[in-house]
Structures are given as structure tokens and as C-alpha cells.
Antibody, heavy 123, light 111 residues
Framework: QVQLVESGGGVVQPGRSLRLSCEASGFTFSRYGIHWVRQAPGKGLEWVAMISYDGSDKYYADSVKGRFTISRDNSKNTLYLQLSSLRAEDTAVYYC????????????????WGQGTTVTVSS | QTVVTQEPSVTVSPGGTVTLTCASTTGAVTSGYYANWFQQKPGQAPRALIYTTTNKHSWTPARFSGSLIGGKAALTLSAVQPEDEAEYYCLLFYGGAHPWVFGGGTKVTVL
């Protein structure tokens, strides 16, 4: 079945970096865009970033632009999110989510989500 | 700064019907915003319910339906079950450099 598994979360000091991974299975990874969405403790969902199926298009929320970098390796069926210059307000569960439609039809939204990985930024 | 607004909380009786709405500070929500709806229960990842305003995923129960009402995207829960108690989020597509914005979520209590 379609599955997304995030990893790489942990406790990190402010100003440091971390790389999250999202490993996909059960579908043709190279045909689908993938999103990162986060949820701070007790808060709502916040869209973070999205990368197109071939990695040619990348989009970021203002809150992370210039600090986070989304990338993918289609040969490994894996998505990445490089988090840099981390702040306390980046503390959250980070989810990856697959676009519902393939190729450039990413505006249709998301369907399958992973279970999330927790990032805690604290000194 | 685009803001997507949802009711903070609603309460519904078992077997009843409730409609949640999703509004945009940019004006009326139309089909071009490709509204999505998600359900999230405590300690779980979100689950997709509706895409492109009205379409259900294969796993979406028939009692959930999406529509446009009065310039807002809407999610109607009919014949509400106790297991429908959850947080519900809408997602709108704006395009451009920052394409997607989530609403703040609506907590649905079944009582």
C-alpha cells in the first residue's frame, strides 16, 4: 500500500541544523509532488514546502524561506527537508504528504500522509 | 498575509448534521481554490477526506460531503457518528510563490 515514513527528527539547539527524510513506497514516487507540513504542539497545521515530481519546482512558506531546503532523490524514493538556523518556533511534528494527482497537477491537494517526525529546538 | 478562517469549535448530537466552513481573507472561495478537507484525531496524522472542493477519496465515508456555500468552502457531516469527533482542517490553493494555506481548524465535538 501507499506509505510515507518520516525520520530524522530530534532535539537540536537554536541556530543548528537538521535533515529530515521521508521514504516512500507503494507508488511511483518519481511521478508525484510531495509536501512538508508541520504542527507545533497544541496548534494547527502549517504548510511548509512542496517539491514537484521531478524536483524542478520548489515552494516555501514565508516562515521558512531561506532557512529550509526541500529536495528529493527519485532513485532512492526519498524526500528531504534540510532545516537550518533553527528557532524555537520551528518546534513541531513534521509530516510529509503526497500530492493526490501526479505530474504537474499538484494543485489538487494531498492524499496520503506519513506519521510524522518530531523536531524540538531547545537549548 | 492571506488568512484562512474556520469556526474554532462546533458541537453536534449523534445522528445530527453539521456544516463547517472555510473562508479566505482574499474574498469568495471558488472552485479555483481546489479546497481540500482533512480530519485529525488526537495523536494521529491528518487523513484526507475531500479534494477539489467536492470530491471524496476512496476511503472517505459517504456521510462526508464538500461544497461551496455563500463564498466559502464547506464540509458537511451528516448522520454524525461518535467517531467523527476530531479536528477538521481546510486547505486552499492560491498559486504563486506561496501556494497553500491551511485554515486554523475546527474542533468537532459529538455530544
Amino acid at each position: 500500500q501507499v506509505q510515507l515514513v518520516e525520520s530524522g527528527g530530534g532535539v537540536v539547539q537554536p541556530g543548528r541544523s537538521l535533515r529530515l527524510s521521508c521514504e516512500a513506497s507503494g507508488f511511483t514516487f518519481s511521478r508525484y509532488g510531495i509536501h512538508w507540513v508541520r504542527q507545533a504542539p497544541g496548534k494547527g497545521l502549517e504548510w511548509v514546502a512542496m517539491i514537484s515530481y521531478d524536483g524542478s519546482d520548489k515552494y516555501y512558506a514565508d516562515s521558512v524561506k531561506g532557512r529550509f531546503t526541500i529536495s528529493r532523490d527519485n532513485s532512492k524514493n526519498t524526500l528531504y527537508l534540510q532545516l537550518s538556523s533553527l528557532r524555537a518556533e520551528d518546534t513541531a511534528v513534521y509530516y510529509c504528504a503526497k500530492t493526490y494527482m501526479d505530474l504537474y497537477y499538484y494543485y489538487f491537494g494531498m492524499d496520503v500522509w506519513g506519521q510524522g517526525t518530531t523536531v524540538t529546538v531547545s537549548s | 498575509q492571506t488568512v484562512v478562517t474556520q469556526e474554532p469549535s462546533v458541537t453536534v448530537s449523534p445522528g445530527g448534521t453539521v456544516t463547517l466552513t472555510c473562508a479566505s481573507t482574499t474574498g469568495a472561495v471558488t472552485s479555483g481554490y481546489y479546497a481540500n478537507w482533512f480530519q485529525q484525531k488526537p495523536g494521529q496524522a491528518p487523513r484526507a477526506l475531500i479534494y477539489t472542493t467536492t470530491n471524496k477519496h476512496s476511503w472517505t465515508p459517504a456521510r462526508f460531503s464538500g461544497s461551496l456555500i455563500g463564498g466559502k468552502a464547506a464540509l458537511t457531516l451528516s448522520a454524525v457518528q461518535p467517531e467523527d469527533e476530531a479536528e477538521y482542517y481546510c486547505l486552499l490553493f492560491y498559486g504563486g510563490a506561496h501556494p497553500w494555506v491551511f485554515g486554523g481548524g475546527t474542533k468537532v465535538t459529538v455530544l
